[in-house]
C-alpha cells in the first residue's frame, strides 16, 4: 500500500506542476481499484487500495485547498462524492443514493465514508483530473482537456491519465488570447 501511495502522490504533484490548483478549483478523481490490483475493472475491489489512494490525494488537497470529486462507477451513473460544502457553494443538486462497493466502487465508498460530511451530485465541470485505470473521467471535465505526460504513468497496475483544462479560444484569426 505504500507503494500505491506514493505513486499517487507523485501522480497528484506532476499535474500540481501542470497546473496549480487552489480553492477556486475542483479535481476530480476517477479510480479502478480492481485495475491498480492488476484485475480487470469491476472485478476485484479494495477498500485497502482506495484508502491508500485517498490518503495521497487528500493530504494534497488540504495542503493547496483544492476541493475534490471522487467518480462512482457506471451503476450509479459515474455520480459523484464531494463534501456538502461544496455542493451547496456551486449550487450543484444532491442525488439520494450513496455508493457501496458493488454499485459506486471501493474508490467512491470509502470517499464517502471519509470525506467531511459527503453527499453525491450528477454533474461537475472540474478543472482537472486524475484517471486512475480509464475510468472514463472525461464527462466531468470543463470543455477543453489539456494532458498532461509524465513519466511512468502508473499506479500499481493501472494507466494513469491526467488532464488539466484551459479556457476555450473563441473570436477567430482578430481575437488576442492571453
Known amino acids: ?12 504533484m506532476q499535474l500540481l506542476q501542470a497546473k496549480a490548483l ?13 485495475e491498480v490490483a492488476g484485475k480487470k475493472i469491476g472485478s476485484g475491489g479494495s477498500i485497502e487500495i ?8 487528500n493530504e494534497l488537497a488540504m495542503q493547496h485547498g483544492f476541493y475534490l470529486a471522487f467518480q ?7 455520480a459523484l462524492v464531494v463534501e456538502r ?6 449550487g450543484y443538486d444532491e442525488v439520494a443514493v450513496k455508493p457501496i462497493e458493488t454499485a459506486g466502487g471501493s474508490m467512491a465508498t470509502y470517499a464517502y465514508r471519509n470525506m467531511k460530511d ?3 451530485i ?3 465541470r472540474a478543472d482537472a ?8 473521467i472525461g464527462m466531468h471535465l470543463k470543455p477543453v482537456a489539456i494532458p498532461v505526460r509524465y513519466p511512468n504513468p502508473f499506479i500499481g497496475q493501472a494507466r494513469v491519465l491526467l488532464a488539466t483544462t484551459r479556457p476555450k479560444l473563441i473570436g477567430g484569426q482578430r481575437a488576442s488570447y492571453n
Open 22 to 34: 487552489t480553492s477556486d478549483h475542483i479535481l476530480v478523481i476517477g479510480t479502478s481499484t480492481s
Open 122 to 124: 450528477e454533474h461537475i
Open 129 to 136: 483530473g486524475i484517471d486512475i485505470g480509464e475510468t472514463m
Open 1 to 12: 500500500m505504500d507503494k500505491i501511495y506514493e505513486q499517487t502522490r507523485m501522480a497528484v
Open 50 to 57: 482506495a484508502a491508500a489512494v485517498f490518503e495521497a490525494i
Open 118 to 120: 459527503a453527499v453525491l
Open 85 to 90: 460544502r461544496l455542493q451547496s457553494i456551486r
Open 72 to 78: 462512482c462507477c457506471e451503476h450509479l451513473n459515474r
